[in-house]
């Protein structure tokens, strides 16, 4: 997030795009709520559901899914045309303007509205309107824009609008990725990535790599090579070229698209390694399970979706024959021929701040009274509430021309409605945690599959009623939930049940650059079970 979630009463409006706040992000939902109902602030939302901000949204676009780019090419095309971009902004502040804009001219409201599947291009016009006329406007996103084989594309568009917008660099407005998880911001910073040491830092920079590997491994050479994502490591997996997967506190037998290819992948492995607080789906297939801590027997920090660093203490004694994550991996590294010594999570914190400048100034000690927001460069740095008030970190802002292109499969006579995945407010991620929640397990207990009324209709089905939904990856049976939310001819599935893993259906078609999976939109069928 560029932007911190306290600056939501300073904003004149909000885009909502690809995130069903309210339900998957409670806190920030509970804020937009607040400052649209109680402070008049406007309200753009851009979901192929119903989402609970769509009751209060001045516009709702309900789009088809894997349409973000087109969405977001059509407000910018209405904001150029009406002369309704910040000049001075654009002017000096960023690079790349008139490909860009040339760019979003054949993107008029109604090539957008056949595009996405809606019927009134003019609301293509007043959302853009509104969002042009109030300033700061903060863009909301989450997985609803990034997990398709074009979501990197999807990112730079939100980045074009907000740089369009002179919504950059000040408070209130801003680009603000959600994060699905507490620590996921903290696990990327801390170079849990495939090409990057920690802050973000390149494994191909000889500098870089030196600084590392001085402080890590003195006696043994870095590798300079990018490393493999999720999915790629599976396709390794299954090609013979990786022998042996330590996963730590995921569930990809769950989480990843296309189950079967998942499973595939474990079973072809020699060793699999499962580091975890349950007994997973996937630990299931591990050779080895190490047992770790659960948060509340932890110390240490994490850092949340606004880029806070906070400081986390231990409230129960550990349960059980399980350590410490970080005791376990030190144990094996040592093991295998380093001499690793710490002794706590603060140590390794002060090892984050000697080698991440980011971090460099966040102590234990300024821990203990508040939390901060990265970058904080020394210790008499206050943290960043905002990014790029005076500058970007390449210099110049730069627009990027990028044209819409379509999911990587699209509906046709076998598979005519189209699929769409995510999360629950009763449920988290893969069920882990959640499920074993017997009040969160009571309030719902099984997976369903959410269908417009009309859709239920021409398939003459009723509520609960049990049907076969199935792609070119699998079927999966579950109940069906006669639904407003979804539009006609999508359905939603949740993907926190292993008994109809909605991922068993998903496609695993990946982003070129970031390689993360559409598991937005896919191809499926529906038909009736008969028992």
Excluded at 8 to 37: C, D, M, R, Y
Excluded at 345 to 351: G, T
């Amino acid at each position: 997030m560029t932007n911190a979630f306290i600056e939501a009463p300073i904003s004149q409006a909000f885009l909502v795009i690809g995130s069903n706040t309210t339900e998957n992000h409670p806190v920030i939902g509970s804020l937009i709520k607040k400052e649209v109902i109680l402070n008049k602030k406007k309200l753009v939302v851009v979901d192929p559901r119903e989402i609970e901000l769509s009751k209060y949204a001045d516009v709702h676009l309900q789009i088809k899914p894997g349409t973000n780019i087109a969405i977001l090419n059509g407000f910018c095309h209405v904001i150029l045309k009406e002369n309704l971009y910040d000049k001075e902004f654009v002017a000096k502040r960023t690079e790349g303007f008139d490909e860009f804009a040339k760019t979003m001219e054949k993107y008029t409201p109604e090539y957008v509205a056949e595009i996405c599947g809606l019927k009134d291009p003019q609301l293509i016009v007043k959302a853009a309107r509104i969002l042009a006329s109030s300033k700061p406007m903060a863009l909301y996103y989450s997985m609803g824009i990034t997990q398709f084989k074009s979501g990197v594309n999807g990112v730079k568009c939100t980045a074009n609008l907000q740089m369009l917008l002179g919504n950059l660099g000040i408070a209130g407005g801003g680009v603000n990725p959600l994060r699905g998880q507490n620590n996921v911001q903290g696990a990327c910073d801390m170079g849990a990535l495939n090409a990057v040491y920690p802050a973000y830092q390149s494994v191909a920079n000889d500098e870089i790599k030196e600084k590392f590997q001085k402080v890590w491994l003195p006696t043994v050479e870095l590798s300079k090579k990018p490393g493999l994502t999720i999915v790629e490591s599976l396709n390794a997996a299954i090609a013979g070229d990786i022998k042996a997967l330590y996963i730590m506190g995921e569930n990809p037998v769950i989480s990843d698209p296309n189950q079967h290819h998942v499973i595939k992948a474990l079973e072809k492995l020699d060793f699999l390694v499962v580091q975890d607080i349950f007994l997973t789906e996937t630990a299931q297939y591990a050779d080895v399970v190490l047992p770790g801590f659960a948060f509340l027997e932890k110390e240490g920090t994490i850092t949340n979706t606004e880029r806070r660093v906070q400081l986390m203490h231990k409230v129960i004694e550990p349960v059980g024959d399980n350590r410490e994550d970080w005791w376990i991996i030190m144990q094996i590294a040592n093991r295998m021929g380093v001499s690793w010594s710490y002794s706590s999570a603060e140590d390794i914190f002060e090892e984050v701040r000697k080698v991440t400048p980011s971090y460099a100034g966040i102590t234990y000690k300024r821990l203990e009274k508040e939390g901060l927001q990265w970058p904080c460069p020394n210790e008499e740095h206050p943290g960043t509430q905002y990014l790029h008030k005076d500058r970007f970190t390449r210099g110049l802002g730069l627009f990027s021309a990028v044209e819409y292109t379509p999911p990587a499969e699209e509906v046709d006579a076998e598979y005519p409605m189209i699929l769409t995945t995510g999360r629950i407010l009763e449920h988290f991620h893969t069920g882990t945690m959640s499920r074993n929640s017997n009040i969160l397990d009571t309030l719902v207990k099984e997976a369903f599959v959410e269908i417009n009324p009309n859709d239920a209709s021409n398939y003459d089905l009723t509520n609960g009623e049990l049907v076969a939904v199935s792609t070119r990856r699998g079927s999966i049976r579950l109940k069906v939930k006669i639904s407003d939310r979804p539009k006609p001819n999508v359905v939603f599935i949740p993907f926190h049940f292993y008994e109809a893993a909605a991922n068993k259906l998903t496609i695993d078609a990946l982003d070129p650059v970031a390689k993360i999976p559409e598991f937005k939109v896919c191809a499926c069928k529906i038909e009736k079970v008969s028992l």
